[in-house]
């Protein structure tokens, strides 16, 4: 590569901001944009403490990214032409890269059941978190972290509500015992009913439906089962998994399309064993970098190093005044060591806002 590139990271969330810091300073004369939709940062690891009705902090992307001379471009991405390295936007504009970081994260998954994505609400992205828990029972469906959190938010916050949490296994199942026991308990002093052993088989307006055929009547349903990714690599002929996630090697480079590389949420990245990294905030921060330093390494003519990564810890909240923080081995199966209480909710509140100083926010 030459002088003079354009470098052109879509998706200003964790993985996109932290490859554009990254980059600024780092990708000598090239050019850096960054393309996001939204014109402000919202701290989407916090969206169930704003449906829990806390206000969240919120910052200006074209302010926070022009301060580092990195243009950007406040429009949705609605096709990637990988022929001839264009991205097209939804007011007719388009933008050509010489490289492209592809950073679209992910949004809610309410597909597959019946029901789910007409009455369900989410807490995946801002766009479909603006809504807040107004009494009444609250049906969480999903006990992974998400829908763990989100229990926990709503009935520390509020007390009138009931709260169910439904899921086909333990809240926290792939954590230690002892993380397990602790979610469960404080789950259970703030009165959220856990149903541990159901399966949800539709979504209707007054509640939802369990295989066997009992009904659980509920106000509102908050679908938290997992998360899909946009659709855009696929639709550009980009190699992708079988949910749309963009295929890379070790350098996070598209497996099919050399200029384009992919970080966070919409990418897969080969992880610790045969497992691929999971999507988290916790690897959309150091891929992103990566992918940043592989592309300003290939600019200088140069090969990179090997990305260093290894998860340390996973914290989930449980109100405002507890969460577990439990330590990870190297292959991201849980070590013995688990932080709780006020100690943990400390711990994670510290990683919340690491993350976005991580990410090059003020
Ligand atoms: C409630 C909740 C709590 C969470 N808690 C944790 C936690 O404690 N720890 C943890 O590690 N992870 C957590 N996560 C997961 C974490 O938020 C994601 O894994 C992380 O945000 C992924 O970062 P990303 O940069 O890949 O994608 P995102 O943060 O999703 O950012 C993608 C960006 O791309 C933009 N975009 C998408 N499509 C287009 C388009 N077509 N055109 C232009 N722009 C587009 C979006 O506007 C967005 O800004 C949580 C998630 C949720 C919902």
Redesign the pocket.
């Known amino acids: 590569m030459t002088g003079k590139q354009h470098i052109v990271v879509?998706?200003?969330?964790?993985?996109?901001l932290a490859a554009a810091r990254r980059l600024a300073g780092r990708a000598g004369t090239a050019r850096i944009t960054v393309?996001?939709?939204?014109a402000e940062f919202v701290e989407?690891?916090r969206?169930?403490q704003q449906v829990a009705g806390q206000r969240l902090r919120r910052w200006n992307l074209a302010e926070e990214l022009e301060r580092k001379g990195i243009r950007f471009v406040q429009a949705?991405?609605t096709r990637i032409d990988a022929v001839g390295k264009r991205i097209e936007l939804d007011g007719g504009d388009c933008v050509d890269y010489d490289v492209l970081i592809y950073?679209?994260?992910?949004l809610a998954d309410t597909g597959g059941v019946p029901g789910a994505a007409e009455f369900a609400k989410s807490?995946?992205?801002p766009e479909v978190s603006s809504w807040t828990v107004n009494g009444g029972t609250i049906a969480v469906v999903g006990a992974g972290?998400?829908g763990i959190?989100l229990a926990a938010e709503i009935a520390e916050s509020q007390r009138d509500s009931r709260v169910v949490l439904l899921s086909a296994d333990e809240p926290g199942a792939w954590l230690s015992a002892k993380a397990v026991a602790h979610i469960r308990a404080v789950l259970e002093k703030l009165g959220v009913e856990i149903r541990a052993d159901v399966k949800v088989v539709e979504v209707t307006a007054d509640g939802v439906r369990l295989a066997g055929g009992e009904f659980v009547g509920a106000e509102t349903t908050v679908w938290t089962t997992g998360f899909a990714v946009?659709e855009?690599a696929a639709r550009a002929g980009l190699a992708v998994d079988g949910a749309g996630r963009v295929l890379t090697d070790e350098t996070l480079r598209s497996i099919s399309h050399p200029e384009i590389y992919a970080a966070?949420?919409?990418a897969v990245i080969a992880g610790p064993g045969e497992r691929s990294l999971r999507?988290?905030?916790?690897?959309?921060l150091p891929t992103?970098k990566y992918a940043a330093d592989v592309v300003a390494a290939r600019l200088r003519g140069r090969e990179p190093g090997d990305l260093r990564f290894r998860y340390v810890l996973q914290?989930i909240s449980l109100g405002r005044r507890d969460a577990v923080v439990q330590l990870l081995h190297a292959d991201d199966t849980p070590a013995r060591t688990v932080l709780r209480g006020r100690l943990g909710a400390r711990v994670k509140e510290l990683i919340v806002r690491g993350a976005a100083a991580a990410a090059g926010l003020r």
């Open positions: 879509i998706g200003a969330g964790y993985a996109g393309v996001d939709a939204r989407r690891v969206l169930h949705r991405a950073a679209l994260g992910s807490v995946a992205t972290a998400t959190e946009p855009l966070g949420d919409s999507m988290a905030c916790a690897t959309a992103g914290c």
